[in-house]
């Protein structure tokens, strides 16, 4: 039974907040964080000034852990425990990562490694990808926390158009852990679009080429006036400027004739391999000079013709997964009207002359290709957190299908947000305490149409402790909702003389809470192995249900946009994937899960057509032309 009051209305209205939240990109190679401060999107510096973070976690053997440039510093030295480029372990299974030979690290082998994510082997454990992630994106919350000077309300981490469910979910699971509010994972490319769409007011077809560190990913977007739409996307996982490094650095062995290297001189010619070509972006030669621990010298000259000749068919891959994409939208090299360049490996040269070639125009370059992404990320998280102004609603293609509340005195419901409200949304509300020197409130959320709770269906119990007695009516209690993107709702109760504050995420499609699904990450790690492909099997299970009823879901409203074929092909995959969930194995779960998925790609992206479609329509042409 809830224990409290609704606050006169009128009385409740508080004056309305600026809430503090980041765009993160978390990248192979550098990760960011920016915000948006009096309207404009801005980096976030460390405290020497410098706003990339180096994508590096050092477990050092005294227990203390580094990220950033200082632990980069320690690669070469201590290349085991430095953990480099890990975001291409995240939600990757062993036989993912075909170029494991090459890295320095421990892999930890057991039975079911064709199963679960690969794990590193540190001077502190053993540690997983999303451990490790959790450091850097900790680092960065951190950071953002110091400069915006107060707790974040949440973040929009990027990731690779290419990820794929586990990646994305690995991903998210690294935030949660780094204590970080995730208000929705966004797609690099995408990201770059907002920051170049608002920012620039950019109008007609635009191909983004991202060249990172790790990842290619090139994304064909349609921008009109607040609204931009995803004609197709393509790229590699595994090509990136770590590719342009390991070039140079086999051609420095060939060179050089050097026996089999260590691993800490393998690390040390990478690190050099790495600034010769950053070196050569800007001039025509770089020479290599190296004493390496075994005592051998090394002395080369790179040039850039040689640099060209050497990385030549790497270039030539993002050109054809360039064309690629725009055969995929259907579109001729001239009607691009711009490239967006993202990525620091697109400030070589020969990338940017091979773009330039390819489009017959030159690429835009005008916000930084290292910073883009971050810059985008914290426009969206700007306006999934409820800082928006009228004329920034165009992200907002979802409605919310049924009122969200809270049980109140009698049993009755207090609606906070009535259904069809456009996400995200946030709204807050007021209430107090019922009895004199209560000290705790019992919290219900509760969502549905319906006047009396018992006929609402029921979503989270939470509870407010531990706020100092009062009179009864003398307490303010600041319940807030908050609905992401995505439709994931989390409440927050705050009392508001105290400061005392409580809060819980609820998602209701995926019918597992935030915390618990924290809570089983983290007993994975403390548990035996049997008992990590126990938990895996139940996630399985739990990933395949919530994809099983997001297609249904999807059918139900869209099927219009299938033929019969593609129909059948998809029912087909439903029925394989709801057997499999009966047989009790991660094996065939997975398959079936990824037969499905591949089954429904065409079919998301037109329903995402369609929603820009109907976000469209009802809009006056002057509106979005
Ligand atoms: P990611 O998104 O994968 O983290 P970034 O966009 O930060 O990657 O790009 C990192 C890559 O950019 C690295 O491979 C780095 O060597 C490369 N890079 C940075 N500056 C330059 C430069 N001036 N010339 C060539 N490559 C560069
Ligand atoms: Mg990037």
Same mark, same amino acid.
């Given at each position: ?6 606050? @006169?209305? /009128?009385? #409740?209205?508080? =004056?309305?907040?600026? +809430?503090? %939240? ?5 990248? $192979?190679?550098? &990760? ?14 460390? @405290?020497? /000034?410098? #706003?990339?973070? =180096?994508?590096?976690? +050092?477990? %050092? ?5 580094? $990220?950033?440039? &200082? ?555």
């Amino acid at each position: 039974m809830a224990l409290f009051q609704i606050a @006169e209305p /009128g009385e #409740s209205a508080a =004056p309305h907040q600026h +809430r503090l %939240a980041v765009g993160i990109d978390l990248g $192979t190679t550098n &990760s960011l964080v920016a915000t948006v401060r009096s309207g404009m999107s801005v980096v976030l510096n460390d @405290e020497k /000034g410098r #706003s990339l973070l =180096p994508s590096v976690v +050092r477990y %050092a053997a005294d227990g203390t852990i580094d $990220t950033g440039y &200082s632990a980069q510093k320690q690669q070469a030295i201590d290349p085991k425990n430095t953990i480099v480029s890990v975001k291409r372990f995240m939600g990757r299974g062993r036989r993912d990562i075909a170029h494991v030979e090459t890295l320095p690290y421990d892999f930890v082998v057991n039975e079911n490694a064709a199963e679960g994510m690969v794990r590193l082997k540190t001077v502190q454990g053993i540690k997983s990808p999303v451990e490790v992630s959790a450091e850097i994106l900790k680092t960065l919350r951190l950071r953002a926390e110091a400069s915006l000077g107060g707790e974040l309300t949440g973040a929009v981490v990027t990731v690779p158009a290419y990820f794929d469910d586990a990646q994305r979910q690995a991903t998210k699971d690294a935030a949660r852990l780094s204590g970080l509010n995730v208000l929705r994972l966004l797609n690099e490319p995408t990201a770059a679009a907002i920051a170049y769409g608002l920012d620039n007011g950019s109008e007609g077809i635009y191909a983004v080429f991202d060249l990172g560190g790790g990842t290619f990913d090139v994304s064909i977007l349609r921008l009109a006036k607040g609204i931009f739409e995803v004609l197709a996307t393509g790229g590699d996982s595994a090509l990136g400027g770590d590719d342009f490094d390991h070039r140079v650095f086999c051609w420095i062995i060939q060179q050089a004739k050097l026996n089999p290297l260590s691993p800490g001189d393998a690390r040390l010619l990478q690190v050099r391999a790495r600034e010769a070509k950053e070196y050569l972006s800007q001039h025509s030669e770089a020479q290599i000079t190296v004493k390496l621990g075994s005592g051998e010298y090394v002395d080369v000259t790179l040039s850039t013709e040689v640099f060209a000749e050497i990385t030549r068919t790497l270039v030539d891959k993002t050109l054809a997964a360039t064309r690629k994409a725009l055969r995929d939208a259907k579109l001729a090299v001239d009607e691009v009207k711009g490239v967006v360049m993202v990525g620091g490996s697109t400030r070589i040269p020969q990338v940017q002359h091979a773009v330039s070639e390819l489009f017959h125009q030159e690429p835009l370059n005008n916000l930084d290709p290292d910073k883009v992404v971050a810059l985008g990320a914290a426009i969206q998280a700007n306006l999934l957190a409820g800082n928006r102004t009228a004329d920034e609603d165009w992200l907002l293609l979802d409605v919310i299908p049924l009122s969200l509340g809270l049980e109140t005195m009698g049993g009755l419901v207090e609606k906070l947000i009535p259904r069809n409200s456009t996400l995200p949304i946030a709204k807050a509300q007021e209430f107090t305490t019922f009895k004199d020197g209560q000290t705790a409130m019992a919290i219900h959320v509760v969502q549905g149409e319906r006047e009396l709770v018992s006929d609402c269906r029921s979503l989270a119990h939470f509870e407010l402790r531990g706020f100092p007695p009062m009179v009864a009516g003398a307490a303010r209690i600041r319940v807030s909702f908050q609905v992401d993107a995505d439709g994931l709702l989390s409440v927050t109760a705050r009392e508001q003389t105290s400061g005392v504050e409580a809060r819980v995420e609820v998602k209701p499609s995926y019918g597992l809470r935030d915390e618990e699904i924290t809570v089983m990450l983290k007993d994975g790690y403390s548990h035996a192995a049997d008992d990590a492909s126990r938990r895996a099997l139940r996630e399985a299970q739990v990933e395949a249900q919530r994809l099983i009823e997001a297609v249904q879901a999807a059918l139900k409203t869209d099927s219009a946009l299938l033929s019969d074929g593609e129909r059948q092909a998809i029912d087909q995959a439903l029925t394989q994937l709801q057997t499999s969930l009966i047989a009790d194995e991660r094996k065939r779960i997975d398959s079936a899960m990824t037969a499905l998925s591949q089954a429904t790609n065409e079919f998301a992206a037109r329903r995402m057509n369609a929603s820009v479609q109907r976000a469209l329509t009802g809009r006056k042409v002057s509106d979005v032309t």
